[in-house]
């Protein structure tokens, strides 16, 4: 039989299990971001599963600068475009990649995000996936990156596209391109290095984030994380 010294010192254990469990909780939701371009020959799609992941920090954690860290895992999207053609919505938002922000995609369709830091709340929301999110919706805020390769083995022939006139840089054939978002629990996407089979190498993929970014090395995306991203903090 447990003696009183042995329960009270179990019940101590678990109350301090839960309580770090607690003070460490974490979230993570997965959204799938789809690019729809209208061409001469009919629509174009491609898609992408994203997962963001929330890591609570504890208040009475001496060594956390914040109360919690939000990543990202996944990647770029891939859309053939016929003939040799392609578009490429990166993992970045805005012209030259300028703003790496990708974490904000889906609270920026569900919630009312003005910029400034991720709230971990909308994780612990969003996991949950409430029926008042459900389905796909246009993503009409801050666009994602958009380019294209006229040599998909070289990363070196990487041009931006323009979100408002793609057709400057893609041909008159290409009318206009829009995107949707919705929750789901569908794996992350693993497939990009199929088509772009550089972006496992970090000197090429720096190659082509200088070229978009016009060398501009300042604030905004970095150069590995425009294609595909792990989930590193």
Known sequence: ???????????IVVAFCLFYAWSFASYSYRFRLTVEVDTAAGMKTGSSVLEVMTAMNPPWFFLAAND???TARGEAIFVDLGNGGNLVSLLALGPQASD???ITLAVRTFFNY????YDPRWSKILVKMPTEYSGRRAYTSKKPTLATFTD???PSSIREVSYNE???VLGSNVHQVRFW???TRDPVTSTLSLRLPWISDP???ATAWRLLRKNHLGSGSAPDTIFQRSGEY
């Open 68 to 70: 919690s860290v939000t």
């Open 152 to 154: 998909l083995n070289d």
């Open 114 to 117: 003005q910029g400034g830091s």
């Open 166 to 168: 793609p057709q400057s």
């Open 1 to 11: 039989m447990m003696s009183r010294k042995t329960w009270i010192w179990l019940n």
């Open 181 to 183: 978002i919705e929750l």
């Open 100 to 102: 790496g922000g990708v």
């Open 203 to 205: 000197k090429l993929r």
